[in-house]
């Protein structure tokens, strides 16, 4: 981030102080930064799959895209499930939110909504919403800026906490999730990583050289016209 001169010149690199207005910095993918020795170290470590290959009760993969995020001043994740982005392959997809270093709420961390999976009121959210495919349907993925919007029309509970290197959180693909807003200075660290039974079929976007979603260009449907049709 120092060499893309995306820090404020003359503070300390490993607090990552961005300037006035300091937005996200690109990091994801398959080659770069993300695929560093020192990131690959935590992202593919020895103690995930051993957790996930008990968890699934046979061998465990990991998609080699890694969605490495620097998250700017005033930036959020809104409100969305993970299988709008990657539901093409196995129902039993995990995400792996893993936070680089100690971040509290106010540096914009991961909020769940507990019960959003399972509970009855959100079945017709998961029968619709949760059928898109952001790059067939030509869509936007979240569902909303607005997470107290989900709890109020659907129910459950959004947790949210501080975290401290070496937490994770895990999650499956119909799991509303969003982020607080990052109110700091400080670019706030974190990557999402995925995780499967190595036998079941893979979602070719995240594994594969050369494919990801759609390049742009097309008309993109808005998320609030979907959910006038879907009712919602
Ligand atoms: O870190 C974020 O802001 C979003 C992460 C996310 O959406 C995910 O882990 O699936």
């Given at each position: 981030m120092q060499e893309q001169k995306k820090l404020t010149p003359g503070t300390p690199v490993l607090e990552g102080v961005m300037p006035a207005e300091g937005r996200s910095v690109g990091m994801m993918g398959r080659k770069g930064i993300a695929h560093h020795p020192d990131i690959t170290a935590v992202l593919e470590a020895p103690?995930?799959?051993?957790?996930f290959e008990s968890y699934f009760g046979e061998p465990a993969l990991t998609y080699s895209y890694k969605w490495l995020r620097a998250v700017g001043?005033?930036?959020?994740t809104g409100a969305h499930y993970d299988t709008v982005y990657m539901g093409r392959g196995t129902k039993k997809l995990h995400t792996v939110w893993v936070p680089f270093g100690d971040l509290g709420l106010e540096q914009g961390t991961l909020a769940m909504c507990r019960g959003s999976n399972q509970l009855d009121s959100f079945s017709r959210l998961r029968e619709t919403y949760g059928q898109v495919d952001v790059d067939r349907?030509?869509?936007?993925?979240?569902?909303?800026?607005?997470?107290?919007?989900?709890?109020?029309?659907?129910?459950?509970?959004?947790?949210?906490?501080?975290?401290?290197?070496?937490?994770?959180i895990i999650f499956g693909m119909h799991t509303m999730h969003a982020s607080s807003t990052n109110l700091t200075n400080c670019f706030r660290?974190?990557?999402?990583?995925?995780?499967?039974?190595?036998?079941?079929?893979?979602?070719?976007?995240?594994?594969?050289?050369?494919?990801?979603?759609n390049p742009g260009g097309e008309q993109i449907r808005s998320m609030a016209t979907a959910r006038k049709n879907w009712g919602l």
């Open positions: 103690e995930l799959y051993r957790f001043n005033e930036d959020y349907d030509l869509i936007e993925g979240w569902f909303t800026r607005d997470p107290m919007e989900i709890v109020e029309k659907f129910g459950g509970q959004w947790v949210i906490g501080d975290y401290c290197a070496g937490d994770v660290l974190s990557c999402d990583i995925r995780f499967q039974p190595a036998s079941e079929p893979v979602d070719e976007r995240w594994t594969k050289e050369g494919i990801g979603h």
